[in-house]
């Protein structure tokens, strides 16, 4: 194996990145947001940090073509099943049992 195969990363950068994503994430809590603006900007500095952490601890930065299209088509897959989910997640599942009744 050749020294050549990973350049090098700053560990301690993406740590520091990580930190400061986990305050704002905590510190947006504080502000008293309404619950769909707060959930989302929840998520997205997650999604933010999880990319983060995959591109550079777990090394996909650096790999090829065909282990992104992997991880990018499970992720587009994941985001499929969860929005057609989301009816019966943040609705009453059993509403329409209720209304015939």
């Known amino acids: ?56 601890f777990m090394h996909l930065k650096f790999e090829g073509k065909l282990i992104l299209w992997m991880v990018g088509g499970t992720m587009i897959l994941a985001t499929f099943f969860l929005l057609m989910l989301w009816p019966d997640i943040v609705g009453d599942p059993w509403a329409w049992v209720m209304a015939e009744g």
């Open 1 to 56: 194996m050749t020294d050549a195969a990973h350049p090098k990363v700053n560990a301690i950068s993406i740590f520091l990145w990580l930190a400061v994503l986990t305050a704002a994430e905590v510190g947006v809590v504080y502000l008293h947001l309404s619950p769909v603006v707060l959930a989302a900007l929840l998520v997205g500095t997650a999604v933010v940090k999880a990319l983060l952490v995959a591109s550079y």
